[in-house]
Protein backbone atom coordinates (compact mmCIF):
# COMPACT_ATOMS: atom_id res chain seq x y z
CA UNK A 1 0.00 0.00 0.00
CA UNK A 2 1.17 3.90 -0.95
CA UNK A 3 2.51 5.53 2.45
CA UNK A 4 3.74 9.07 2.62
CA UNK A 5 5.94 9.89 5.67
CA UNK A 6 7.02 13.35 6.88
CA UNK A 7 9.38 12.99 10.00
CA UNK A 8 9.20 16.62 10.86
CA UNK A 9 6.68 18.35 12.61
CA UNK A 10 8.03 21.44 12.79
CA UNK A 11 10.92 23.35 11.41
CA UNK A 12 11.83 27.53 13.19
CA UNK A 13 14.09 29.21 10.26
CA UNK A 14 14.87 33.18 10.04
CA UNK A 15 13.61 35.13 7.17
CA UNK A 16 15.27 34.88 4.07
CA UNK A 17 17.00 31.60 4.69
CA UNK A 18 16.62 28.28 3.17
CA UNK A 19 14.49 25.71 4.90
CA UNK A 20 14.36 21.56 3.54
CA UNK A 21 11.48 20.09 4.38
CA UNK A 22 11.71 16.15 3.86
CA UNK A 23 9.43 13.52 3.11
CA UNK A 24 9.44 9.35 2.41
CA UNK A 25 7.38 7.48 0.35
CA UNK A 26 6.75 4.02 -0.28
CA UNK A 27 4.79 2.64 -3.02
CA UNK A 28 5.47 -0.65 -5.68
CA UNK A 29 4.20 1.52 -8.50
CA UNK A 30 6.55 2.02 -11.34
CA UNK A 31 4.83 5.08 -12.29
CA UNK A 32 3.81 8.03 -9.77
CA UNK A 33 3.14 11.62 -8.80
CA UNK A 34 4.34 13.40 -5.90
CA UNK A 35 2.96 16.55 -4.62
CA UNK A 36 3.57 19.10 -2.11
CA UNK A 37 0.67 21.60 -0.74
CA UNK A 38 0.62 24.40 1.62
CA UNK A 39 -2.01 24.97 4.28
CA UNK A 40 -2.06 28.52 5.37
CA UNK A 41 -3.23 29.80 8.98
CA UNK A 42 -6.83 30.32 7.25
CA UNK A 43 -6.98 26.88 6.43
CA UNK A 44 -7.10 27.23 2.92
CA UNK A 45 -4.73 24.09 1.31
CA UNK A 46 -2.98 25.09 -1.96
CA UNK A 47 -1.03 22.71 -4.37
CA UNK A 48 2.52 24.30 -4.99
CA UNK A 49 4.55 21.75 -6.92
CA UNK A 50 5.22 18.48 -8.22
CA UNK A 51 7.03 15.41 -9.57
CA UNK A 52 6.79 12.88 -11.93
CA UNK A 53 8.53 10.13 -10.85
CA UNK A 54 9.81 8.96 -14.67
CA UNK A 55 11.33 12.76 -15.01
CA UNK A 56 14.69 12.77 -13.52
CA UNK A 57 15.28 16.73 -13.52
CA UNK A 58 14.27 18.59 -9.94
CA UNK A 59 11.01 20.44 -10.78
CA UNK A 60 11.14 24.15 -9.68
CA UNK A 61 8.46 26.46 -8.94
CA UNK A 62 9.39 30.42 -8.64
CA UNK A 63 11.28 29.86 -4.92
CA UNK A 64 9.97 26.26 -4.08
CA UNK A 65 11.83 23.50 -5.49
CA UNK A 66 12.34 19.57 -5.13
CA UNK A 67 15.14 17.39 -4.33
CA UNK A 68 13.87 14.01 -5.80
CA UNK A 69 16.04 10.85 -4.74
CA UNK A 70 14.57 8.07 -6.00
CA UNK A 71 16.87 5.40 -5.16
CA UNK A 72 15.88 6.48 -1.86
CA UNK A 73 11.85 7.32 -2.31
CA UNK A 74 12.67 10.81 -0.83
CA UNK A 75 11.20 14.37 -2.40
CA UNK A 76 12.48 17.19 -0.04
CA UNK A 77 10.85 20.53 -0.57
CA UNK A 78 13.09 23.23 -0.57
CA UNK A 79 12.39 27.14 0.12
CA UNK A 80 14.90 29.53 -0.64
CA UNK A 81 14.78 33.53 0.45
CA UNK A 82 11.99 32.66 3.43
CA UNK A 83 9.63 34.99 3.86
CA UNK A 84 6.93 35.35 6.72
CA UNK A 85 4.06 34.06 4.93
CA UNK A 86 5.90 31.24 4.31
CA UNK A 87 4.59 30.37 7.47
CA UNK A 88 2.25 27.33 6.90
CA UNK A 89 1.72 23.61 7.00
CA UNK A 90 3.49 21.75 3.88
CA UNK A 91 2.26 18.43 3.20
CA UNK A 92 3.46 15.96 0.60
CA UNK A 93 1.52 13.67 -1.33
CA UNK A 94 1.39 11.00 -3.96
CA UNK A 95 -0.79 9.54 -6.35
CA UNK A 96 -0.16 6.14 -7.86
CA UNK A 97 0.12 6.39 -11.43
CA UNK A 98 -1.72 3.22 -12.50
CA UNK A 99 -5.46 2.11 -11.21
CA UNK A 100 -7.20 4.23 -8.36
CA UNK A 101 -6.11 7.39 -8.72
CA UNK A 102 -5.72 7.61 -5.16
CA UNK A 103 -3.85 10.16 -3.71
CA UNK A 104 -2.63 9.93 -0.03
CA UNK A 105 -0.35 13.07 2.03
CA UNK A 106 1.94 12.68 5.20
CA UNK A 107 1.26 13.98 8.33
CA UNK A 108 2.82 17.56 7.22
CA UNK A 109 5.68 19.84 8.45
CA UNK A 110 5.05 23.29 10.33
CA UNK A 111 7.20 26.09 9.43
CA UNK A 112 7.64 29.05 11.36
CA UNK A 113 9.57 31.74 9.41
CA UNK A 114 10.56 35.08 11.85
CA UNK A 115 11.66 38.26 11.28
CA UNK B 1 -9.71 29.85 -11.61
CA UNK B 2 -10.85 26.28 -10.51
CA UNK B 3 -13.33 26.33 -7.71
CA UNK B 4 -14.39 23.57 -4.86
CA UNK B 5 -17.01 24.66 -2.45
CA UNK B 6 -18.50 23.01 0.57
CA UNK B 7 -21.49 23.15 3.16
CA UNK B 8 -22.22 23.78 5.62
CA UNK B 9 -18.93 25.32 6.70
CA UNK B 10 -19.53 24.80 10.07
CA UNK B 11 -21.79 21.62 11.76
CA UNK B 12 -22.50 20.81 15.03
CA UNK B 13 -24.59 17.47 15.77
CA UNK B 14 -25.25 14.84 18.48
CA UNK B 15 -24.21 11.42 18.95
CA UNK B 16 -26.10 8.81 17.25
CA UNK B 17 -27.08 11.75 14.56
CA UNK B 18 -27.52 11.75 10.54
CA UNK B 19 -25.46 14.35 8.93
CA UNK B 20 -24.33 15.29 5.37
CA UNK B 21 -21.82 17.10 3.74
CA UNK B 22 -21.57 18.71 0.05
CA UNK B 23 -18.90 19.33 -2.12
CA UNK B 24 -19.38 21.12 -5.55
CA UNK B 25 -17.05 21.35 -8.49
CA UNK B 26 -17.04 23.42 -11.22
CA UNK B 27 -13.83 22.42 -12.50
CA UNK B 28 -15.04 19.62 -14.74
CA UNK B 29 -12.76 17.23 -13.23
CA UNK B 30 -13.55 13.49 -12.97
CA UNK B 31 -11.66 12.78 -9.18
CA UNK B 32 -13.33 14.33 -6.41
CA UNK B 33 -12.28 13.37 -2.94
CA UNK B 34 -13.18 13.49 0.90
CA UNK B 35 -10.52 13.89 3.52
CA UNK B 36 -10.51 14.47 7.24
CA UNK B 37 -7.84 16.58 8.87
CA UNK B 38 -6.76 15.83 12.70
CA UNK B 39 -4.01 17.03 14.58
CA UNK B 40 -1.26 14.99 13.88
CA UNK B 41 -2.19 12.86 11.36
CA UNK B 42 -2.24 14.79 8.59
CA UNK B 43 -5.16 14.67 5.69
CA UNK B 44 -6.52 11.10 5.33
CA UNK B 45 -8.72 9.99 2.86
CA UNK B 46 -12.23 8.74 3.45
CA UNK B 47 -13.64 8.10 0.00
CA UNK B 48 -12.60 9.21 -3.54
CA UNK B 49 -14.56 9.06 -6.86
CA UNK B 50 -13.81 8.99 -10.56
CA UNK B 51 -17.37 9.94 -12.02
CA UNK B 52 -21.17 10.17 -11.15
CA UNK B 53 -22.56 6.40 -9.52
CA UNK B 54 -18.64 5.74 -9.04
CA UNK B 55 -17.36 5.30 -5.41
CA UNK B 56 -13.69 4.26 -4.35
CA UNK B 57 -12.88 3.64 -0.27
CA UNK B 58 -9.81 5.27 1.15
CA UNK B 59 -8.26 4.74 4.03
CA UNK B 60 -10.87 5.42 7.24
CA UNK B 61 -13.87 4.67 6.20
CA UNK B 62 -15.49 2.92 8.49
CA UNK B 63 -18.82 5.26 9.97
CA UNK B 64 -18.76 7.19 6.62
CA UNK B 65 -20.55 6.51 3.25
CA UNK B 66 -20.43 8.66 0.03
CA UNK B 67 -22.19 9.15 -2.91
CA UNK B 68 -21.14 11.26 -6.33
CA UNK B 69 -24.69 12.07 -7.86
CA UNK B 70 -23.29 14.57 -10.61
CA UNK B 71 -19.91 15.04 -12.10
CA UNK B 72 -19.86 18.38 -10.15
CA UNK B 73 -21.48 16.98 -6.70
CA UNK B 74 -20.01 14.53 -3.85
CA UNK B 75 -21.43 14.01 -0.44
CA UNK B 76 -20.27 12.59 2.34
CA UNK B 77 -22.85 10.78 5.19
CA UNK B 78 -22.57 10.11 8.90
CA UNK B 79 -25.82 8.18 9.50
CA UNK B 80 -25.36 7.56 13.15
CA UNK B 81 -22.26 10.06 13.98
CA UNK B 82 -19.82 9.43 16.70
CA UNK B 83 -17.87 12.00 18.41
CA UNK B 84 -14.55 10.00 16.83
CA UNK B 85 -15.85 11.93 13.76
CA UNK B 86 -15.31 15.56 15.11
CA UNK B 87 -12.69 16.50 12.75
CA UNK B 88 -12.08 19.27 9.74
CA UNK B 89 -13.11 17.80 6.69
CA UNK B 90 -12.08 18.54 3.12
CA UNK B 91 -12.95 18.01 -0.20
CA UNK B 92 -11.03 17.84 -3.31
CA UNK B 93 -11.00 17.36 -7.04
CA UNK B 94 -8.60 16.53 -9.58
CA UNK B 95 -8.00 16.28 -13.29
CA UNK B 96 -7.03 12.68 -14.12
CA UNK B 97 -6.29 12.34 -17.86
CA UNK B 98 -3.61 11.78 -20.12
CA UNK B 99 -1.66 15.49 -20.80
CA UNK B 100 -4.17 17.12 -17.83
CA UNK B 101 -2.61 18.79 -14.44
CA UNK B 102 -2.84 16.24 -11.32
CA UNK B 103 -3.00 18.24 -8.76
CA UNK B 104 -5.86 18.88 -6.31
CA UNK B 105 -8.14 21.66 -5.69
CA UNK B 106 -9.63 21.98 -2.25
CA UNK B 107 -12.66 23.24 -0.64
CA UNK B 108 -12.29 25.52 1.96
CA UNK B 109 -13.50 22.68 4.52
CA UNK B 110 -16.41 21.78 6.87
CA UNK B 111 -15.99 21.61 10.42
CA UNK B 112 -17.88 19.02 11.96
CA UNK B 113 -18.46 18.21 15.47
CA UNK B 114 -20.15 15.61 17.45
CA UNK B 115 -21.04 16.15 21.34
Known amino acids: AQKVTQTQTSISVVEKTTVTMDCVYETRDSSYFLFWYKQTASGEIVFLIR??????ENATVGHYSLNFQKPKSSIGLIITATQIEDSAVYFC????????????FGSGTRLLVSP | EAAVTQSPRNKVTVTGGNVTLSCRQTNSHNYMYWYRQDTGHGLRLIHY???????QIGDVPDGYKATRTTQEDFFLLLELASPSQTSLYFC??????????????FGPGTRLTVL
Open chain 1, 51 to 56: QDSYKK
Open chain 1, 93 to 104: AMREGTGGYKVV
Open chain 2, 92 to 105: ASSDAWTGGSYEQY
Open chain 2, 49 to 55: SYGAGNL
